[in-house]
């Protein structure tokens, strides 16, 4: 007999809800407030215990606010057409921003998005809409405990977007944990994590350390300041065991938008990485 998975669906088959509504609602793991984006229609802004969480567009689930997430969502689009049966792992759901753009870019997609707060997974499937199962299925879930149980080879993308306020749950970024994301990956898979730091930049240099030990293939996507430690922001890690695509399209992608970015391919990454230590689980006594 298998383990019993942790983790549980209530959401799959809850009633649709009436749609968005402002306010501040309780959920499991504190509060979350839904605010209208008063620079664009139909738009609402997620915040989870007041941080800025999820944008969501209603009219256009192609158009992603987080300039982050248009990074992932480019490399991703380098690597698969939009007719590949992608099966994509979501470890962090909150408003299921890229999952919601993944199934309008790749029709024959199948998704999962892992999220911790049972309350907040339901308050999102009735607010927005989401492809029901099983174009996406919500999984309410701790993302470690979760991973650990999926199959080998069983995802071609799995996206780390996990915070506990500002910072990544230290369980989700060590060597342990990155070798279970590249066992469920299939062999020309690609792990992503939205990597959040300060100026110094030590923790991105340990994250990418982690990853760099875990995969043949890296690279790295960022704008130029943070990049080069001028201020707090998002670096965007990517490890696979099949070499990135030499697409030209993808920095050029990459440099439009709000704020351009600049992507690094393995041999900056590793030098970037080099002399970090690598993250580990803590050794029980």
Known sequence: MGRKRPGKDPVETSAPGAGPVAGTYPIDTGTCELVPDSFASD?????????????????DPRHLDFEYMRWIAALVESRWRPDASLRALHLGGAACS??????????????????????????????FDLPRAPLLRLRVGEARAVTETLHDGSRDLVIRDVFAGAKTPVPLTTAEFTAHARRVLAPDGVYVVNCGDTPDLRGARAEAATICAAFRYTAAIADPAMLKGRRYGNIILAGSDAPFAEDPGLPRALLGGAVPAHLWDDAKLR?????????HDPVSS
């Open 43 to 59: 738009s609402w802004i997620l915040m989870v215990n007041g941080v800025h969480s999820s944008h969501i567009d209603l009219a």
């Open 98 to 127: 890229l999952a919601r753009y993944f199934a309008a870019v790749y029709p024959g997609a199948r998704q999962v998005a892992v999220e911790l707060d049972g309350r907040l997974a339901e308050l999102v499937r009735g607010w």
């Open 271 to 279: 030098s970037f990485a080099a002399g970090a230590r690598i993250l």
